[in-house]
């Protein structure tokens, strides 16, 4: 198909959930993505934060072919070992005793919804079953992860969501005292915001959290499916705060560009969870999972986190640098690498004037322009993504 015959057939037969640039996308390579017209494109996208390894990693493409042809599924009916490994490679980096494998980002949060609540519902003698969330959070689409998104534009038309779920600022200790009720069994946070507009936590906070859940007998949930495993600089969000939550939910980068989540658990939480309490049919299969021990095993590694650290200091300070230079540049926030950057334009104009010009980023909320590279990121790249934003900036940006 040609590209317009794409794009119609696109307008034809999909549900409309989604509005994109008119190319099709045909190829990558590093970190470069290329259209069926021929034009190379820098990636500072990365597939929303998921091809963390860029495109067309050798060692990850040798292990999807081999486990392809070995096996690709059975169900979680039976045992198979890529399923373990991954889940004790896990447990052998973070806080966590346990594991359980899904396939999305709001599949992962749906998950620790439950075994929050089933937590909730086992250990008082008078159950706890609701959830504190933030306002601007954002945990995914499904009827959970949407109930403690807090952002009423996604709720829109979709009423009604899950009871039991209170909402308080972020960053604000105050407002989360104020919020909680002796029924509070969890809350649940974004240690940076990610889809809110990149906006980190506070390590106070995030502090401040922790102990109000010890006192008051409440689970902490970090969600790290946007910024777990390695792009803050650290394998896990949490360890770049040095606050240890008691569930962690990841996905996107995890599978490789393959579908696979994980909630990460402690014993305390995974004991009320028994066979038939949950499950996946997909979840954890093999060739997703053998896919991301290899993943893990490269995130993992001190000299590829280094090299994030330093390439994320690097990119904030070159967007801080255009922000001394130019006015129409507001703020610039994030941490590692991804930086969410204000400017005085609408976001979506300016991701069009970066397509025009070879460079693809994203936005995070309607103001905020989502630079969010593949973890491979050299520092050359990062100077072409921002001389390109500078150049948009000098020649201004189309209505
Ligand atoms: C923090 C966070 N949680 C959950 C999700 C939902 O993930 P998915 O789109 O894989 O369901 C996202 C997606 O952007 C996210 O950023």
Redesign the pocket.
């Known amino acids: 198909m040609r590209t317009q015959e794409v794009i119609t057939a696109e307008a034809q037969y999909l549900v409309h959930t989604y509005t994109r640039p008119p190319f099709v996308l045909e190829r990558g390579n590093g970190m470069h993505l290329f259209d069926t017209e021929g034009n190379r494109y820098l990636d500072f996208v990365s597939g929303?934060?998921v091809n963390v390894l860029g495109y067309g990693d050798y060692e990850v493409l040798e292990v999807l072919g081999e486990q392809a042809r070995r096996l690709i599924h059975t169900s979680n009916l039976f045992y198979t070992e890529p399923q373990v490994v991954l889940a004790k490679m896990l447990v052998e980096r973070s806080f966590a005793d346990r594991v359980f494998f899904c396939?999305?980002?709001?599949?992962?949060?749906e998950a620790a919804l439950k075994f929050a609540r089933r937590w909730g519902h086992e250990r008082f003698s008078s159950p706890k079953t609701r959830v504190l969330a933030m306002h601007n959070?954002?945990?995914?689409?499904?009827y959970g992860?949407l109930s403690v998104t807090g952002q009423s534009k996604y709720h829109r038309g979709f009423e009604p969501l899950l009871p039991g779920v209170d909402f308080a600022q972020f960053n604000d200790l105050d407002s989360v005292e104020k919020s909680l009720t002796p029924q509070t069994c969890a809350v649940i946070v974004?240690p940076p915001?990610?889809?809110g507009g990149v906006i980190p936590a506070q390590r106070e906070f995030l502090q401040g959290l922790r102990e109000l859940c010890d006192e008051r007998g409440m689970l902490l949930i970090f969600?790290?499916?946007?910024?777990g495993l390695a792009r803050s600089g650290e394998l896990f969000t949490y360890q770049h705060y040095g606050v240890e939550p008691d569930i962690v939910?990841l996905?996107?980068p995890l599978g490789g560009g393959l579908?696979l989540?994980a909630v990460l658990v402690r014993e305390e939480v995974a004991q009320y969870i028994g066979p038939g309490d949950h499950a996946s049919t997909f979840g954890g299969g093999p060739l997703a999972c053998s896919v991301g021990i290899k993943v893990l095993e490269k995130l993992s590694d001190l000299q590829f986190l280094r090299k994030v650290r330093e390439n994320g200091e690097y990119l904030h300070s070159r967007l801080m640098r255009l922000q001394a230079r130019r006015s129409e540049v507001k703020e610039v926030r994030g941490i590692g690498l991804i930086a969410g950057v204000d400017t005085e334009f609408e976001a979506k104009a300016l991701v069009e004037e970066f397509r025009k010009r070879g460079v693809l980023v994203c936005t995070a909320g309607s103001n905020t322009l989502r630079f969010i590279p593949p973890l491979i990121v050299e520092q050359r790249h990062i100077d072409e993504a921002v001389d390109v934003f500078h150049e948009v900036l000098e020649q201004g940006v189309q209505a």
Do not use: C, L, W, Y
Request: charged share 25%.
């Open positions: 929303i934060g396939n999305s980002g709001a599949e992962a949060v959070s954002f945990h995914g689409r499904t992860a974004e915001q990610a889809e969600d790290e499916v946007q910024f939910t996905a996107k579908p989540g």
